[in-house]
């Protein structure tokens, strides 16, 4: 089976998007290698930039290609017009394309797989920016029906791609990723801070953790209680400049601060030093560093929209993202309730073993299979 993956999210500074694409090439290429003759994968990953170079050197076993071309461009050339197809661009024929976003990655003749994660772009797309606001709202219900299959992470984002694009069930799959291969640490930090871990994106709602996290200051100033520092930890988006500003500001300055992008090797490292983890979305399609957090035993406050009640279950604390006050209470409780924060560890380290990347290369793996199957039976 050759196969051509859009490699280009886990190109540089890897959000959730980029980091399950990255996990999932490399679990692919661990269950499929190409000399197992029962079930052979041979397996292309595809990168385009002019400023960014591919490094494949941690995925031994696919073959690599680098083209220099803005993402910009590609982008536009492929979803307004379908061109150029896969073969064209690697040089080489595919029995499978797999987009890792809702847009098609075009083929003369290869099955076409597309990845979404989340459908919040349709409501909000005041919320996105450059090529997905322009084209994501637009073409995605196009795009979903011609694909031969389409992936997605959670039930949740099942459910909105059947609701909202009208797309049979039996066309989605659910390939949830695995849990990171982190052992669990030995004991929380009684120092640690309160962690955010998130592209600082209108959507993550950081406005929001700031507004709770100033009331919780408010609130424990008062009581003459000391607050955990908050941690901020992403790439910063455009739209970042206000939630930046307030961190130089009374009453956030010295008490929360952001620190950047942080890259995989560093991000275990940042995870063990917090007392909890803490992500208000308005959406998520899966939301990684819940899954992340339980790994380790890291408590988790999370949002009650999107995927994140479905990841997190009750494992931790679920609070409305448009009530500061809510988000603030939960902070505090598993902050100060040893008992419960304790509980929670339990119930997330058990709730993380449920997530493997084994499990999914297998279902991704027979979604490619059921996509080959689907094109045949209409090209007859």
Do not use: N
């Given at each position: 089976m050759r196969v051509l993956i859009d490699y280009r999210p886990a190109l540089r500074e890897r959000s959730g998007v980029g980091e399950y694409t990255h996990e999932l090439v490399k679990a692919l290429l661990a269950a499929f290698p190409a000399r197992d003759a029962a079930r052979p994968l041979d397996l292309t990953v595809f990168s385009s930039s002019w400023r960014d170079r591919l490094d494949a050197s941690d995925l031994a076993g696919a073959t690599a290609i680098d083209r220099r071309v803005p993402v910009h461009v590609l982008n536009l050339l492929w979803h307004r017009f379908g061109w150029p197809p896969a073969e064209t661009l690697a040089g080489r024929a595919f029995d499978v394309t797999h987009s890792s976003h809702p847009l098609l990655l075009?083929?003369?003749?290869?099955?076409?797989?597309?990845?979404?994660?989340?459908?919040?772009?349709?409501?909000?797309?005041?919320?996105?920016?450059?090529?997905?606001?322009?084209?994501?709202?637009?073409?995605?219900?196009?795009?979903?029906?011609?694909?031969?299959?389409?992936?997605?992470?959670?039930?949740?984002?099942?459910?909105?791609?059947?609701?909202?694009?009208?797309?049979?069930?039996?066309?989605?799959?659910?390939?949830?990723?695995?849990?990171?291969?982190?052992?669990?640490?030995?004991?929380?930090?009684?120092?640690?801070?309160?962690?955010f871990l998130g592209t600082l994106e209108p959507r993550k709602n950081v406005g929001g953790l700031l507004d709770a996290y100033e009331l919780l200051l408010k609130r424990r100033a008062d009581a003459g209680r000391h607050v955990p520092e908050l941690v901020l930890a992403g790439r910063a988006t455009g739209e970042a400049r206000a939630w930046l500003d307030r961190l130089e500001r009374p009453p956030l300055k010295?008490?929360?601060?952001?620190?950047?992008?942080?890259?995989?090797?560093?991000?275990?490292?940042?995870?063990?030093?917090?007392?909890?983890?803490?992500?208000?979305?308005?959406?998520?399609?899966?939301?990684?560093?819940?899954?992340?957090?339980?790994?380790?035993?890291?408590?988790?406050?999370?949002?009650?929209?999107?995927?994140?009640?479905?990841?997190?279950g009750d494992a931790g604390l679920l609070v409305d993202p448009e009530q500061p006050s809510s988000i603030a209470a939960a902070i505090t409780r598993v902050a100060t309730d040893r008992a419960f924060a304790a509980t929670c560890t339990a119930k997330g380290l058990a709730r993380a073993r449920d997530f493997r990347w084994s499990r999914t290369a297998q279902q991704v793996y027979d979604v490619y299979q059921q996509a080959i199957e689907h094109r045949r039976c209409a090209s007859a």
């Open positions: 075009p083929a003369r003749a290869a099955a076409h797989v597309v990845t979404i994660h989340d459908l919040h772009f349709l409501a909000h797309p005041e919320r996105t920016r450059a090529e997905i606001r322009r084209d994501y709202p637009a073409l995605v219900r196009a795009h979903a029906h011609r694909a031969d299959r389409i992936i997605v992470s959670s039930a949740f984002a099942a459910g909105e791609v059947e609701r909202r694009l009208e797309v049979p069930r039996e066309r989605i799959a659910i390939c949830a990723p695995g849990a990171p291969d982190w052992t669990p640490r030995a004991t929380a930090p009684s120092d640690g801070y309160v962690l010295g008490v929360a601060r952001y620190i950047g992008y942080v890259d995989s090797e560093k991000r275990r490292a940042l995870y063990e030093g917090a007392r909890l983890v803490v992500q208000p979305s308005f959406e998520e399609g899966f939301g990684m560093p819940v899954l992340e957090a339980m790994t380790l035993g890291v408590p988790v406050v999370a949002a009650d929209r999107g995927s994140l009640p479905e990841v997190l």
